[in-house]
């Protein structure tokens, strides 16, 4: 069974720092790999999504990175802003296109 | 306009009640599903559809139900409300590339 990792689970920083956050994943046997963004009592909104034959994906200050043999993702955040303030989620597709998702990183930036 | 909308956003109701939650996309994916979000245990699967005459369990089915009403449209049903299902619900979609989107979600609450 697939069982996702996100680690910390909460991370506080002051703005303009760059930042990563990571996710492992068990099975390395995906389909792909999706970051979203949650704020609090609000539904999850895509950042990146990283093919498995993909090694890293980039959206303005984003970047996602993915290394299958090892069962890692990193999402690195650049110059970091209060806006960024958020739970970041890592989910892995696998089998039927089902998602399994991680825990979350609670991620403070500080003004 | 949202591409994935839930309603209600908020519903309280007690225990024994039969509670329908109602998704709509204009995205025009096939693929549509339905999780529920705990504190602690993150997002879990309930059911999943690929098309109209499509549906399938996902890992906590128990004690729900859904329609595929047209392609569009994805319905979650509680027969008989319980305390325990007091959760987040959210509807998804997902494209070709599995890149899946959500719906802002419904806070529901089982007294």
């Known amino acids: 069974k697939q069982e996702v990792t996100q680690i910390p689970a909460a991370l506080s920083v002051p703005e303009g720092e760059n930042l990563v956050l990571n996710c492992s994943f068990t099975d390395s046997a995906i389909y792909n790999l999706q970051w979203f963004r949650q704020d609090p009592g609000k539904g999850l909104t895509s950042l990146l999504l990283i093919q498995s034959s993909q090694r890293e994906q980039t959206s303005g200050r984003l970047n996602a990175s993915l290394d299958k043999s090892s069962g890692r993702s990193t999402l690195y955040i650049a110059a970091s802003q209060p806006g960024d303030s958020a739970t970041y989620l890592c989910a892995v597709v696998q089998g039927a296109q089902k998602l399994v998702f991680g825990q979350g990183t609670r991620l403070t930036i500080n003004p | 306009d949202a591409d994935v909308t839930q309603t209600p956003r908020n519903r309280i109701t007690k225990t024994g009640k039969r509670i329908m939650l109602e998704c709509s996309q204009t995205k025009g994916h096939d693929r549509m599903y339905w999780y529920r979000q705990d504190p602690g245990l993150g997002l879990r699967l309930i059911y999943y559809s690929f098309d109209v005459k499509d549906i399938n369990k996902g890992e906590i089915s128990d004690g729900y139900s859904v329609s595929r009403q047209a392609q569009a449209k994805f319905s979650l049903s509680l027969e008989s409300a319980i305390p325990n299902q007091t959760a987040l619900y959210f509807c998804?979609?997902?494209?070709?590339?599995?890149?899946?989107?959500f719906g802002p979600g419904t806070r529901l609450t089982v007294l």
């Open positions: 998804a979609t997902s494209n070709g590339l599995n890149e899946q989107f």
